[in-house]
Each structure stands twice: as structure tokens, then as C-alpha cells.
């Protein structure tokens, strides 16, 4: 005789055995003691939480007729009566379950309709379970609306969805909405413990904590992979065997990659890549496990306690957390997690794997080469323009369109080479400060920013009492009254005297700091254009091949 799988042979009868769902079973037994039933529920949620199972329960629940026959409705069905039995075997005529997703039309939901209006055989009521509704048409749903409004007193419905979203308002607005939840990971642990312990088969905590992590929160996935555990192990259901039959990794390889990007070891960060590729393990699911064990080390660099003794990693969280610093913890776990759905277009998931370790390694704060340009922007990279004079002159020095061979000899004039200037010095003197330097200066961001960069200086009257500025703006609806005072605040904490700002409306010849980055990036793009249109191999394609740079597709770096 076939055994019958877990998911089957264990499936909940009553409320009572049902695991993980205590704010349904709370609605609906309150509601069955006290004989207040409304005539149409919709379960939602994600397969393998139990709609199913909880439309069976209440089928036995409206119908159980008690062990001698006499028994009423109740929370608490016998199971020994012939409506719970038939129920559990899945013969009771009165109790009616309906795929939507085969029988979506509305000749299908008519038909049903129709006998709906018949009393029951032999049951107090006839019970429809219509699973995965949402993939009813619509004039399936329209059909259904004036007999899920008022059905007969004999008939209940029970809707199931995986996806709610999809079904009309018309329905949700006629049905009692309860919403299944994912089963949490050790939850599903301790009903695996108790499964195995009942079936007399050994196993490992640990072992079980994989599996429970691979179902995704859907309790009968987590019976189905441990049936198919139990048939790959062949005896005890132990961690390596499960891992093995998942392709997940261990926990340490996951922590040898950390140690390796610790202490910047590009080799072996290769050669694990490389020991995961000959066991064949799941490189989609070690840069998921690897995310989730970033998160863990993330908190518990805020919230210490976070980490769980029963944890087998636990020593190792701690560990790490106080090696990595709190930004290489987020953008390690950033990296992971972006990095995934581009293992497919990776030409192997070893390949996209390995480069998202390097990627890593590379852009690791505080690391040499591409991680340290990458991350410390503020580093000069070319010699700074010169900042001496009163007002930015850059504009009045791009009228003369030099040719493409001066521009590459000058200097590379970038918004952040600006910076570099002594600005402190200058803008501290009672003299005219550089207000554009002055502006890059300020500790200032989002609408305060916007509106500093919006703005050029007209008049400067630096005093021993404060300092009065008066400045001008193209666009006045920036200089609302917070953003003002925020700029005021920030240049009273710089100059270390009370500051007073004058707005006045009015064009400024191009000579803001948002008009003069526009107009250093239009440089730089059109230096590119040229650079791109001189290129021998873009001359040869252009030439072989008839291609074309497209205009405003080069953007310079």
C-alpha cells in the first residue's frame, strides 16, 4: 500500500490542530459558538497556509451532527459523524469544491448557481468552496453577485485567493475578508519536530531550520521537501543531507566569504566561488542566504540583542558585526541583493556570482583601486579651477568655443574640483566671498540646497554686528520661508555671526552654481560627442555598416 504523503496524513482536522493561523480560528470559532455565520467568507493568502483546510473545517463545522447523531452546529466537530467523515474523505455531496481556475467561465458558475437552489441531501448546509476565485471572468463574477448577496439560507460560500488584488469590489464588499499569514520559520520548525517525532524518524535541528527556510512560509512546502528529506537521506534527515538535496550552502561558506572580504582576499574569495561550483550548490540561494545573514549582522551592529542564542551562527554574527563596519554591512547587503537578478544574464550563475563578490571587494569603503574612487568622491582628481576671483568667470571663458584638442590640455573643471578651494578663508574675510564655493560649502541638502544653487550674489556688507547679503534668484518659489531661514541658520553657524538674507527676483546671466554645473556638463558631453565621433572604430562601423551615434545618447562620465 502507497504511504500518504505528510502533507495529507497531516493535514489539521479541527480547529485546534490548525497551526499558525490563531486570529482566523479566533473569528470563526467565536462566530460558530455564537451561531452568528455570515453566508460568504474569502480566505487570501499564499499557497500552503491552510485556505483550503479551513473551508474543510467549517464544512464539518456547519454539518457535524455529532458521535450519536444528535449533535449541532459547532467549533468542535466530532470527526466521527458521517458528514465529518465524508467531509475528511472527500465524498460528502454537500460539500462542493470548485476549482476556478478550470472552471472560470460563466456557463460554469450559472450551472452552480442553479443547484445552489436545491435544499441539501442530507446535510443542515450545503457548502461551496470556490479555490483561486480571482481567475473567474468577469461575467463569471457578475453572474455570482445577486446569489452571493442573498443566497438561500441552506447555502454558505467559501472563497479562496492567492491573489485578492484580482477579484472585483463587488465580491470583496459581500464576503468576510480574512487574510492567512506565512508561516514564520520557527513555527514551522517546531510542527516538523512534532511530525518527525510522530512518524518515529530522526533528525536535526538544524536540518530543519533549512527546510523551513526553503518553504517560504508555506507550511505543506515544508512537509512536501521533508517528505522528499526523509527519501534522500535514507535514515536520520540531517543538515548536510538536506543541503545537499536543496543545493544550499553551509553557514561557514557564507562566513569564509566575509572573512575573505574582511582582509581584501581577492583570491580566495575566487576559490570558494570556485568550491561552490564543484558541489554544485545554488548560487541564486547563496546570495539570498548571504543577504539575510548580512541582515542579521546589520542589526545586531544597532540592536545587539537581536541575535538569538538558538541561532547556530550566532558567535559568528556577533563576530562579524564587530569586524565590518556599518557601511560595509549595507552595501555588502545591497549589493547582494541587486546582484541576483542578474545572475541570469550572467554568462554562468558561477561567473555573476564570482563578479559580485569582486564588486565587493572593489567598491568596499576605504579599499584601493576602483573601491576607493568609487566611494571617496571627494578626493581630487584634477587640479581645482582657480576660485580667487569675485564671481565665477567660466562662462564668459566657454563663449570662445576652443576647439576639441584645448580641451583636452585644460584642466577638467568638474563641480567637485570647487570644493577643493579655501573656502573657509574667503568666505570668513570681510571681503566678497566666493559665493559659488560658499554655496558647495554649506552643510545643506534637498530644498535648501536647491534653492543655494538657484542663487547669485548681488550685495555683501560684512560688519562687526552680523553680515547683510543680498542675492538674487530665477526662480522665487524655492525661497519659501524655511528654506530661507534653514540657509540663514547654516551661514550664521559658518561666519560665527548673525547672518541676514535680502531675495530679490531676477535673472542671473547664467552665473548660479546650478546654471554653471549645467553648463560644465553640456562641455563635457559635447567633448564626448567629439571624442566618440573621432574614435577609428566608431568610424568603421559608421563606414562598414552604415551605423549612427545617436544624438543625446553619449553621456560623458
Given at each position: 500500500?502507497?504511504?500518504?504523503?505528510?502533507?495529507?496524513?497531516?493535514?489539521?482536522?479541527?480547529?485546534?490542530?490548525?497551526?499558525?493561523?490563531?486570529?482566523?480560528?479566533?473569528?470563526?470559532?467565536?462566530?460558530?459558538?455564537?451561531?452568528?455565520?455570515?453566508?460568504?467568507?474569502?480566505?487570501?493568502?499564499?499557497?500552503?497556509?491552510?485556505?483550503?483546510?479551513?473551508?474543510?473545517?467549517?464544512?464539518?463545522?456547519?454539518?457535524?451532527?455529532?458521535?450519536?447523531?444528535?449533535?449541532?452546529?459547532?467549533?468542535?466537530?466530532?470527526?466521527?459523524?458521517?458528514?465529518?467523515?465524508?467531509?475528511?474523505?472527500?465524498?460528502?455531496?454537500?460539500?462542493?469544491?470548485?476549482?476556478?481556475?478550470?472552471?472560470?467561465?460563466?456557463?460554469?458558475?450559472?450551472?452552480?448557481?442553479?443547484?445552489?437552489?436545491?435544499?441539501?441531501?442530507?446535510?443542515?448546509?450545503?457548502?461551496?468552496?470556490?479555490?483561486?476565485?480571482?481567475?473567474?471572468?468577469?461575467?463569471?463574477?457578475?453572474?455570482?453577485?445577486?446569489?452571493?448577496?442573498?443566497?438561500?439560507?441552506?447555502?454558505?460560500?467559501?472563497?479562496?485567493?492567492?491573489?485578492?488584488?484580482?477579484?472585483?469590489?463587488?465580491?470583496?464588499?459581500?464576503?468576510?475578508?480574512?487574510?492567512?499569514?506565512?508561516?514564520?520559520?520557527?513555527?514551522?520548525?517546531?510542527?516538523?519536530?512534532?511530525?518527525?517525532?510522530?512518524?518515529?524518524?530522526?533528525?536535526?535541528?538544524?536540518?530543519?531550520?533549512v527546510l523551513a527556510k526553503a518553504a517560504q512560509g508555506s507550511m505543506r512546502?515544508?512537509?512536501?521537501?521533508?517528505?522528499?528529506?526523509?527519501?534522500?537521506?535514507?535514515?536520520?534527515?540531517?543538515?548536510?543531507?538536506?543541503?545537499?538535496?536543496?543545493?544550499?550552502?553551509?553557514?561557514?561558506?557564507?562566513?569564509?566569504?566575509?572573512?575573505?572580504?574582511?582582509?581584501?582576499?581577492?583570491?580566495?574569495?575566487?576559490?570558494?566561488?570556485?568550491?561552490?561550483?564543484?558541489?554544485?550548490?545554488?548560487?541564486?540561494?547563496?546570495?539570498?542566504?548571504?543577504?539575510?545573514?548580512?541582515?542579521?549582522?546589520?542589526?545586531?551592529?544597532?540592536?545587539?540583542?537581536?541575535?538569538?542564542?538558538?541561532?547556530?551562527?550566532?558567535?559568528?554574527?556577533?563576530?562579524?558585526?564587530?569586524?565590518?563596519?556599518?557601511?560595509?554591512?549595507?552595501?555588502?547587503?545591497?549589493?547582494?541583493?541587486?546582484?541576483?537578478?542578474?545572475?541570469?544574464?550572467?554568462?554562468?550563475?558561477?561567473?555573476?556570482?564570482?563578479?559580485?563578490?569582486?564588486?565587493?571587494?572593489?567598491?568596499?569603503?576605504?579599499?584601493?583601486?576602483?573601491?576607493?574612487?568609487?566611494?571617496?568622491?571627494?578626493?581630487?582628481?584634477?587640479?581645482?579651477?582657480?576660485?580667487?576671483?569675485?564671481?565665477?568667470?567660466?562662462?564668459?571663458?566657454?563663449?570662445?568655443?576652443?576647439?576639441?584638442?584645448?580641451?583636452?590640455?585644460?584642466?577638467?573643471?568638474?563641480?567637485?574640483?570647487?570644493?577643493?578651494?579655501?573656502?573657509?578663508?574667503?568666505?570668513?574675510?570681510?571681503?566678497?566671498?566666493?559665493?559659488?564655493?560658499?554655496?558647495?560649502?554649506?552643510?545643506?541638502?534637498?530644498?535648501?540646497?536647491?534653492?543655494?544653487?538657484?542663487?547669485?550674489?548681488e550685495d555683501w556688507n560684512d560688519s562687526a554686528s552680523g553680515v547683510r547679503a543680498t542675492i538674487v534668484t530665477p526662480m522665487p518659489q524655492?525661497?519659501?520661508?524655511?528654506?530661507?531661514?534653514?540657509?540663514?541658520?547654516?551661514?550664521?553657524?559658518?561666519?560665527?555671526?548673525?547672518?541676514?538674507?535680502?531675495?530679490?527676483?531676477?535673472?542671473?546671466?547664467?552665473?548660479?552654481?546650478?546654471?554653471?554645473?549645467?553648463?560644465?556638463?553640456?562641455?563635457?558631453?559635447?567633448?564626448?560627442?567629439?571624442?566618440?565621433?573621432?574614435?577609428?572604430?566608431?568610424?568603421?562601423?559608421?563606414?562598414?555598416?552604415?551605423?549612427?551615434?545617436?544624438?543625446?545618447?553619449?553621456?560623458?562620465?
Amino acid at each position: 500500500m502507497t504511504a500518504l504523503a505528510l502533507a495529507r496524513s497531516w493535514r489539521p482536522k479541527t480547529f485546534s490542530e490548525l497551526v499558525g493561523q490563531d486570529h482566523v480560528v479566533k473569528a470563526l470559532t467565536h462566530a460558530l459558538d455564537q451561531g452568528r455565520l455570515h453566508h460568504a467568507w474569502l480566505f487570501t493568502g499564499t499557497r500552503g497556509v491552510g485556505k483550503t483546510t479551513i473551508a474543510r473545517i467549517m464544512a464539518k463545522a456547519l454539518n457535524c451532527t455529532g458521535s450519536d447523531g444528535s449533535g449541532k452546529m459547532t467549533s468542535e466537530p466530532c470527526g466521527k459523524c458521517p458528514a465529518c467523515m465524508e467531509i475528511d474523505a472527500g465524498r460528502f455531496v454537500d460539500y462542493i469544491e470548485m476549482d476556478a481556475a478550470s472552471n472560470r467561465g460563466v456557463d460554469d458558475i450559472a450551472s452552480l448557481l442553479e443547484k445552489a437552489a436545491y435544499a441539501p441531501s442530507n446535510a443542515r448546509y450545503k457548502v461551496y468552496m470556490i479555490d483561486e476565485v480571482h481567475m473567474l471572468t468577469n461575467h463569471a463574477f457578475n453572474a455570482m453577485l445577486k446569489t452571493l448577496e442573498e443566497p438561500p439560507e441552506h447555502v454558505k460560500f467559501i472563497l479562496a485567493t492567492t491573489d485578492p488584488q484580482k477579484i472585483p469590489v463587488t465580491i470583496l464588499s459581500r464576503c468576510l475578508q480574512f487574510n492567512l499569514k506565512q508561516m514564520p520559520v520557527p513555527l514551522i520548525v517546531e510542527h516538523l519536530e512534532k511530525v518527525l517525532a510522530a512518524e518515529k524518524v530522526e533528525c536535526e535541528v538544524n536540518a530543519l531550520r533549512v527546510l523551513a527556510k526553503a518553504a517560504q512560509g508555506s507550511m505543506r512546502d515544508a512537509l512536501s521537501l521533508t517528505d522528499q528529506a526523509i527519501a534522500y537521506a535514507a535514515g536520520k534527515v540531517s543538515e548536510e543531507s538536506v543541503r545537499g538535496m536543496l543545493g544550499t550552502l553551509d553557514d561557514a561558506y557564507l562566513i569564509r566569504i566575509l572573512d575573505c572580504l574582511i582582509a581584501k582576499d581577492g583570491a580566495s574569495l575566487l576559490a570558494v566561488a570556485n568550491e561552490m561550483g564543484e558541489r554544485s550548490m545554488s548560487f541564486s540561494l547563496a546570495l539570498q542566504d548571504l543577504s539575510s545573514l548580512l541582515q542579521k549582522i546589520a542589526a545586531a551592529q544597532v540592536v545587539p540583542e537581536s541575535v538569538l542564542e538558538d541561532w547556530p551562527e550566532a558567535g559568528e554574527i556577533r563576530r562579524l558585526a564587530g569586524q565590518l563596519a556599518k557601511e560595509e554591512a549595507q552595501l555588502f547587503y545591497q549589493i547582494t541583493i541587486t546582484s541576483r537578478p542578474d545572475l541570469s544574464l550572467a554568462p554562468d550563475e558561477q561567473t555573476g556570482f564570482a563578479m559580485t563578490l569582486l564588486r565587493m571587494l572593489a567598491f568596499r569603503p576605504g579599499n584601493g583601486g576602483g573601491g576607493n574612487s568609487s566611494s571617496a568622491p571627494s578626493a581630487p582628481s584634477a587640479p581645482p579651477v582657480n576660485t580667487a576671483r569675485p564671481a565665477p568667470s567660466m562662462p564668459a571663458a566657454r563663449t570662445a568655443a576652443p576647439t576639441p584638442a584645448a580641451k583636452a590640455a585644460a584642466p577638467d573643471p568638474t563641480p567637485s574640483s570647487a570644493t577643493t578651494a579655501p573656502v573657509a578663508a574667503l568666505a570668513s574675510s570681510a571681503e566678497r566671498p566666493d559665493w559659488h564655493a560658499l554655496m558647495r560649502q554649506l552643510p545643506v541638502k534637498g530644498m535648501v540646497q536647491q534653492l543655494a544653487f538657484q542663487t547669485e550674489l548681488e550685495d555683501w556688507n560684512d560688519s562687526a554686528s552680523g553680515v547683510r547679503a543680498t542675492i538674487v534668484t530665477p526662480m522665487p518659489q524655492l525661497a519659501s520661508d524655511a528654506s530661507v531661514g534653514r540657509l540663514v541658520d547654516a551661514l550664521t553657524a559658518h561666519f560665527g555671526k548673525p547672518v541676514k538674507i535680502v531675495i530679490e527676483k531676477g535673472e542671473v546671466e547664467g552665473k548660479t552654481v546650478a546654471k554653471v554645473d549645467a553648463q560644465i556638463h553640456q562641455e563635457k558631453r559635447m567633448n564626448a560627442e567629439q571624442m566618440i565621433a573621432a574614435d577609428p572604430f566608431i568610424q568603421q562601423l559608421e563606414k562598414e555598416f552604415g551605423a549612427k551615434v545617436v544624438g543625446g545618447s553619449v553621456k560623458p562620465l
